[in-house]
């Protein structure tokens, strides 16, 4: 944890939240979500389910966009979800864009699909009229389809590097690594950084092809889970230093004491947990804790059986036989892909400040071979000082962030 003496300007800092998800869009309509276990779960109605037996999903709904500089229609679902999460952080931030125009900044953003809505309407619609009758104006969404780069238009965050970061299931927490380590090292004065996806046939065919779609709700570490669920959204944060948070006078969530990360490459879509293990043990490490000072870790949690079991065994590897309290989120907002892992991480924030642990929802029986205590269906009560958020992804990329109160760890 970080020591005493620890410069301010070397500690980072959460002080701007921003979620667009199928629970609910902004702080606190996402955190009275998470509290009430809100299930976001609704029939696919974003692309033609006709041939699926069954095709449930956690979709964005109501979800009207006012961009200052950028016309919507000109971006493409996962790129408007991003820029808006990216202006909700700022927002809560307390921050106007104008006084990051000309600032050293970062603006990263993960995913897993990118804009492949987009591509999927355009490969059909070449199939059955050709290329000749491609509309321009989706051709230039997909084109320019760099989600970090259409925050930093929308907000002319002229001195802003942008990064998009394609590690799948686990961009999001790469994505927030990233924008911690460029604080840390004085690069930059401020990071908007998390993830986006937006629901897309090609990632739902594709799941449904492996037998992982469930028919109806995504049931984590349930002895009767079937799958995930897909979903959508985007979640943002806004970091900096401590130093710059004390001088704004600004609120801070949580405080970001470190991550880790592995990349075993075993297998192209089954998880490894001795892998999982390690990147547990070297999320501790850089944070500077031991494993008995996590007091709720937020799981990768897919509701899938290799998943689940794999992830309970590695938990249990490093914690012990009594784990702290491990929930998935995801049964709640489905498995948002690129933007998982940063939605969750602003449920942990949230969950640090406002003293709960959010449930695991549509349990019925845990798995006995699970062995975590998933807080089952109903909010908790908590007073929480350091929380843990997993994060793993096909082909064995794997990253955890370690948040904790602020002064909490210390």
Same mark, same amino acid.
């Given at each position: 944890?970080?020591?005493?003496d620890?410069?301010?300007?070397?500690?980072?800092?959460?002080?701007?939240?921003?979620?667009v998800?199928?629970?609910?869009v902004?702080?606190d =309509?996402?955190?009275?979500?998470?509290?009430?276990?809100? +299930?976001?779960?609704?029939?696919?109605?974003?692309?033609?389910?006709?041939?699926?037996?069954?095709a449930?999903g956690?979709?964005?709904?109501?979800?009207?966009?006012?961009?200052?500089?950028?016309?919507?229609?000109?971006?493409?679902?996962?790129?408007?979800?991003?820029? =808006?999460?990216?202006?909700?952080?700022?927002?809560?931030?307390?921050?106007?864009?104008?006084?990051l125009?000309?600032?050293? !900044?970062?603006?990263?953003?993960?995913?897993?699909?990118?804009?492949? =809505?987009?591509?999927?309407?355009?490969?059909?619609?070449?199939?059955?009229s050709?290329?000749?009758h491609?509309?321009?104006?989706?051709?230039?969404?997909?084109?320019? +389809?760099?989600?970090?780069?259409?925050?930093?238009?929308?907000?002319?965050?002229?001195?802003?590097?942008?990064?998009?970061?394609?590690?799948?299931?686990?961009?999001?927490?790469?994505?927030?690594?990233?924008?911690?380590?460029?604080?840390?090292?004085?690069?930059?004065?401020?990071?908007?950084?998390?993830?986006?996806?937006?629901?897309?046939?090609?990632?739902?065919?594709?799941?449904?092809?492996?037998?992982?779609?469930?028919?109806?709700?995504?049931?984590?570490?349930?002895?009767?889970?079937?799958?995930?669920?897909t979903?959508?959204?985007?979640?943002?944060?806004?970091l900096?230093?401590l130093?710059?948070?004390?001088?704004?006078?600004?609120?801070?969530?949580?405080?970001?004491?470190?991550?880790?990360?592995?990349?075993? =490459?075993?297998h192209?879509?089954?998880?490894?947990?001795?892998?999982?293990?390690?990147?547990?043990?070297?999320a501790?490490?850089?944070?500077?804790?031991?494993?008995?000072?996590?007091?709720?870790? +937020?799981?990768?949690?897919? !509701?899938t059986?290799?998943?689940d079991?794999?992830?309970?065994?590695?938990?249990?590897?490093?914690?012990?036989?009594?784990p702290p309290?491990?929930?998935?989120?995801? +049964?709640?907002?489905?498995?948002?892909?690129?933007?998982a892992?940063?939605?969750a991480?602003i449920?942990?924030?949230?969950?640090?400040?406002?003293?709960?642990?959010?449930?695991?929802?549509?349990?019925?029986?845990?798995?006995?071979?699970?062995?975590?205590?998933?807080?089952?269906n109903?909010?908790?009560?908590?007073?929480?000082?350091v929380?843990q958020n997993?994060?793993?992804?096909?082909?064995?990329?794997?990253?955890?962030?370690?948040?904790?109160?602020?002064?909490g760890?210390?």
């Amino acid at each position: 944890m970080p020591m005493v003496d620890t410069p301010d300007a070397e500690r980072v800092v959460v002080t701007g939240l921003g979620p667009v998800t199928s629970i609910g869009v902004g702080v606190d =309509a996402f955190a009275a979500g998470l509290a009430a276990g809100r +299930s976001g779960v609704r029939p696919v109605s974003v692309f033609d389910t006709t041939g699926f037996g069954h095709a449930n999903g956690c979709e964005v709904t109501d979800f009207k966009p006012d961009f200052d500089h950028v016309p919507a229609e000109r971006l493409g679902r996962a790129s408007r979800f991003s820029v =808006a999460a990216a202006g909700l952080a700022l927002l809560d931030a307390g921050v106007r864009p104008a006084d990051l125009a000309s600032m050293p !900044g970062l603006v990263t953003v993960g995913t897993t699909d990118g804009e492949s =809505a987009d591509i999927d309407a355009l490969t059909e619609l070449a199939v059955r009229s050709g290329p000749e009758h491609l509309p321009a104006d989706v051709v230039g969404r997909v084109a320019a +389809s760099w989600l970090s780069a259409s925050v930093a238009r929308e907000y002319n965050l002229r001195g802003a590097e942008t990064a998009t970061l394609a590690t799948a299931c686990a961009a999001g927490n790469y994505a927030i690594g990233y924008a911690y380590d460029t604080l840390r090292l004085g690069e930059a004065e401020y990071a908007l950084c998390g993830g986006a996806d937006a629901m897309c046939r090609k990632t739902f065919a594709g799941f449904y092809r492996l037998g992982t779609i469930a028919p109806a709700v995504c049931q984590p570490f349930d002895a009767d889970r079937s799958g995930i669920l897909t979903g959508e959204g985007s979640g943002m944060l806004f970091l900096e230093t401590l130093a710059s948070a004390k001088r704004r006078g600004a609120r801070v969530h949580a405080e970001i004491l470190g991550y880790g990360m592995t990349c075993d =490459a075993s297998h192209p879509v089954a998880p490894d947990g001795v892998s999982i293990a390690a990147c547990i043990s070297n999320a501790h490490r850089n944070a500077g804790i031991e494993p008995g000072q996590v007091d709720l870790i +937020s799981a990768h949690g897919t !509701g899938t059986r290799a998943n689940d079991l794999t992830e309970a065994a590695a938990i249990r590897a490093v914690f012990g036989e009594t784990p702290p309290p491990t929930v998935s989120m995801k +049964s709640m907002i489905g498995h948002t892909m690129g933007a998982a892992s940063a939605l969750a991480a602003i449920g942990c924030a949230i969950a640090i400040e406002r003293g709960f642990i959010p449930p695991t929802i549509n349990h019925r029986r845990t798995d006995p071979q699970i062995g975590l205590d998933c807080v089952p269906n109903e909010a908790r009560p908590a007073e929480l000082r350091v929380v843990q958020n997993n994060a793993f992804a096909f082909g064995g990329n794997n990253a955890i962030l370690v948040l904790a109160r602020p002064g909490g760890a210390r």
